[in-house]
C-alpha cells in the first residue's frame, strides 16, 4: 500500500500526543499555562533545529517560505494553543471535546476549498464515523452537553486555526522541508506566545522554581518527544498525504488520551468508550483513502490476472 508508512507514522505521532494529555495535565498543574506552554514550545523547536542539524537540512527560507512560516507560526502554534487554552477555561470538557472533533471536517472542507481536493463518498463516510466516534468518546462518563458559551467560540478559534494552518503547512511543503518549517514555526510561535504569557502571567516565569524534578523530567519528555518529534513527523505526513488524509487521523487521539489516562491517572473506560474507539477506527480507515486505496489495488490485481 503506497501510503502505509505515512499512515504508520501517524498512527505512532496520535500515541505520542494522546500520552501528551496526560503529560500535560502533570504540566499545566504545576506551573502557569501561558508561560510554561511557550517554554516548552520554544524547547521543542531548539530540539527540532538540533535533529535537523545532524541531518544536515538546515538552512534559510525564502522570502515566500517567511511568509508561509509566520502564517503557520501565528495560527498553529500562538492561535490554536492560546484559544485552546482560553476556551477550555470557560467551557465544559464534553464541548471542547465535541468541538475539537470537527477539526478533520473543518480540515477537509478547507483542502476542498483552497487545494481543490475531492471529497468522495468514502471518505465523507470517514469523517461521519470519525465524528460519531469521538462524540460517544468525550460523551462516556459526562452529564451531557452544557449550553453554549464564548468558551465554545475560542475553542472553535482554536480548531479554525490549526485547519488553515494545515493548508499553509500543506502549499509550503512543496519547497521547504515540513520538518524544517516545523522548527521555526515551533521558535517563533513560542516567542510570540512567551510575551502573552508576560503580559498575562506577569508573575510566571517567578513560579517555576517550586517544580520538583520529576514534573520537569515530564515537561522535557513532553517538549522532546511529543511536540518537537511529534509535529516534525505529523507536518512530514501533511506534506506527503495531504492535510484532509492526515487530520483524519486526529480522531484516535480523543480515546488515545483517554486510555493513557486511565492508565497513569486511574480514569476509567466505559462501553461508550470501546463503541467509540470502533467508529474511529472506522472513520481513519475510510477517510484517510486507505479504504479506496485497497479497493484500487486489489482492482488492478483482478484486472491484471
Known amino acids: 500500500m503506497k501510503n502505509l508508512r505515512i499512515y504508520l507514522i501517524l498512527t505512532g505521532v496520535m500515541f505520542l500526543w494522546g500520552m501528551n494529555v496526560t503529560a500535560l495535565k502533570i504540566i499545566v498543574g504545576n506551573f502557569p499555562p501561558i508561560t510554561i506552554t511557550s517554554l516548552r514550545v520554544f524547547t521543542a523547536g531548539v530540539t527540532v533545529f538540533i535533529i535537523l542539524f545532524f541531518l544536515k537540512k538546515v538552512r534559510l527560507p525564502s522570502r515566500k517560505e517567511w511568509i ?18 482560553i476556551g477550555l477555561k470557560v467551557t465544559s470538557a464534553v464541548n471542547g471535546g465535541l468541538i475539537l472533533g470537527m477539526g478533520p471536517l473543518l480540515t477537509a472542507l ?18 461521519i464515523f470519525g465524528g460519531i466516534g469521538v462524540s460517544l468518546t468525550v460523551m462516556a462518563g459526562s452529564a451531557g452537553v452544557s449550553g453554549m458559551s464564548i468558551g465554545d467560540f475560542y475553542v472553535f ?4 486555526s490549526q485547519a488553515i494552518s494545515f493548508i499553509i503547512i500543506s502549499k509550503a511543503a512543496k519547497t521547504l522541508d515540513p520538518r524544517l518549517l516545523t522548527g521555526y514555526m515551533l521558535i517563533f510561535g513560542s516567542i510570540l506566545m512567551f510575551f502573552i504569557g508576560l503580559w498575562k502571567e506577569p508573575n510566571g516565569l517567578t513560579s517555576l522554581g517550586s517544580a520538583s524534578i520529576g514534573v520537569w523530567s515530564v515537561f522535557f519528555a513532553s517538549a522532546i518527544f511529543a511536540t518537537a518529534v511529534g509535529h516534525m513527523l505529523y507536518n512530514y505526513a501533511i506534506g506527503k498525504a495531504g492535510p484532509a488524509e492526515a487530520s483524519i487521523f486526529l480522531n484516535l487521539n480523543t480515546f ?12 476509567h473506560i466505559t462501553s461508550s468508550h ?20 485497497l479497493v484500487l489495488r486489489n482492482k488492478i490485481k483482478r484486472n491484471a490476472a
Open 157 to 160: 478559534l482554536s480548531i479554525l
Open 68 to 85: 508561509y512560516i509566520f502564517g503557520g507560526s501565528i495560527l498553529n502554534v500562538t492561535g490554536h494553543h492560546l484559544f485552546l487554552g
Open 274 to 293: 470501546l463503541l467509540g474507539l470502533i467508529f474511529i477506527v472506522s472513520g481513519v480507515i475510510f477517510g484517510s483513502g486507505a479504504l479506496e486505496e
Open 110 to 127: 478547507m483542502a476542498i476549498l483552497f487545494l481543490g481536493k475531492r471529497l468522495t463518498f468514502i471518505r465523507t463516510l470517514g469523517f
Open 256 to 267: 488515545l488520551s483517554i486510555m493513557f489516562a486511565a492508565i497513569f491517572l486511574g480514569e
